[in-house]
């Protein structure tokens, strides 16, 4: 019975036809005697102030008949390089495309697989009309091989687009990414929306998506999207990367240079001196009774000061100090040992030079001293011959 209601069971696709390297997601028109319509909810503690609302706390993911449900995440975790490919994708895309998609890659934790953590993304060509959207399946699939060849670790995570807004076509591609075999099935597809309008605040949400309880018709285009907390996770390394970019939105020409050691240090510096000015404010008016003290921020800051070194002030300039000499004495001699052997090179060649010219010049005198021994003894001897003639 499992099998023949998997049969019946609506695909993921609904109304999903071949066009090229497109799959055309189009909505389909309810039948008039049930007045059905595509339905699309969102679902959220916030909306206990309106009229009606449903909060599911711990939501499970969509599973086929017979198949063990799989607990969805509660935390996503992304990492600024997806949220930098995101922006990137906005930026390049057409004037008249209001959004664009994509598909996030990532990894899932392996205690209780309640977190997933988004660690890349790459752009898939769609269009959009009020009818229907075509999405270039060959080619995502195409990079998820890649991409999946490249980072093995790593595994289809969800989607993600640059509007806030969700409509019948985000339940569409939801429910693509979230089938069984090419999707993240039996896990939920996240649903990352970044909006980068100009002039405003990018704005990032994340969901996950419920089967709505609709006719077999309907459950294509049909889902509830179950918002979920997310925070962005930075290492040192993107941080320092993240403040250089920063130097770049003052400039006309959007472009900032790095820094050197010295000038970081002291930017790091400033920062410091900056946030215990703030503290040191914050305090103060806690003090004065001008700001409604927190148990939890005065907590924090006890614990941030107890893991400073007991040390006075002048024992820290006093190691300072020596740590200065040391890498002077370090300095100055690594400039002699150059010195040294810059000047051994020097008087080496020189040497050989010199060398060879005195040998030059001993071998010529010696030659020209032979020549004239030569010809003495010749004049010597031809004197004495003049004379014996002279003699006779």
């Not at 640059?162 to 099935?185: C, D, K, P, R, V």
Request: aromatic share 6%; charged share 20%.
């Amino acid at each position: 019975m499992a099998d023949q209601a998997q049969a019946q069971a609506p695909s993921a696709l609904h109304s999903l036809q071949g066009q090229g390297s497109f799959h055309r997601l189009q909505k389909t028109e309810a039948k008039a005697e049930t007045g059905l319509t595509p339905a699309i909810t969102l679902l959220s503690p916030n909306m206990a102030e309106q009229d009606a609302f449903l909060h599911l706390t711990r939501p499970l993911g969509p599973v086929a008949v017979g198949a063990q449900p799989t607990t969805a995440p509660l935390r996503v975790v992304i990492q600024p390089q997806a949220l930098f490919s995101i922006l990137d994708h906005c930026i390049r895309r057409p004037p008249d495309q209001q959004r664009v998609i994509g598909t996030l890659l990532g990894t899932r934790s392996d205690a209780d697989e309640s977190q997933v953590v988004v660690h890349s993304s790459f752009a898939v060509s769609h269009t959009e009309t009020t009818d229907q959207v075509e999405v270039d399946m060959e080619y995502q699939k195409a990079m998820l091989a890649l991409h999946l060849r490249a980072n093995p670790k790593e595994v289809l995570v969800g989607w993600y687009a640059t509007s806030s807004e969700l409509n019948t076509f985000s339940a569409l591609i939801q429910n693509h990414y979230s089938s069984q075999g090419e999707g993240t099935f039996p896990y939920p597809a996240v649903h990352v929306t970044v909006s980068c309008q100009p002039g405003q605040d990018i704005e990032v949400r994340t969901y996950i998506s419920s089967p709505v309880g609709v006719s077999p018709e309907r459950a294509a285009d049909s889902a509830a999207f179950i918002p979920i907390p997310y925070t962005v996770n930075y290492g040192e390394a993107d941080r320092a990367g993240l403040e250089a970019i920063e130097y770049a939105k003052d400039s006309e020409t959007r472009t900032a240079t790095i820094l050197t050691e010295i000038e970081s240090l002291e930017k790091s510096l400033e920062d410091t001196l900056g946030m215990l000015d703030r503290v040191a404010k914050y305090v103060e008016n806690v003090i004065e009774e001008e700001t409604e003290p927190s148990t939890a921020l005065g907590q924090f800051l006890l614990n941030t000061l107890a893991l400073a070194p007991k040390v006075d002030a002048a024992e820290i300039e006093k190691d300072f100090n020596n740590h200065i000499q040391d890498v002077l004495t370090v300095s100055y001699l690594a400039n002699m040992i150059r010195t040294q052997m810059d000047l051994s090179n020097r008087l080496a060649t020189s040497a050989l030079t010199m060398g060879g010219g005195e040998g030059g010049t001993t071998e010529k005198e010696g030659r020209s001293d032979r020549r004239q021994n030569r010809q003495g003894g010749q004049t010597r001897q031809n004197r004495t011959e003049s004379f014996s003639v002279s003699n006779v």
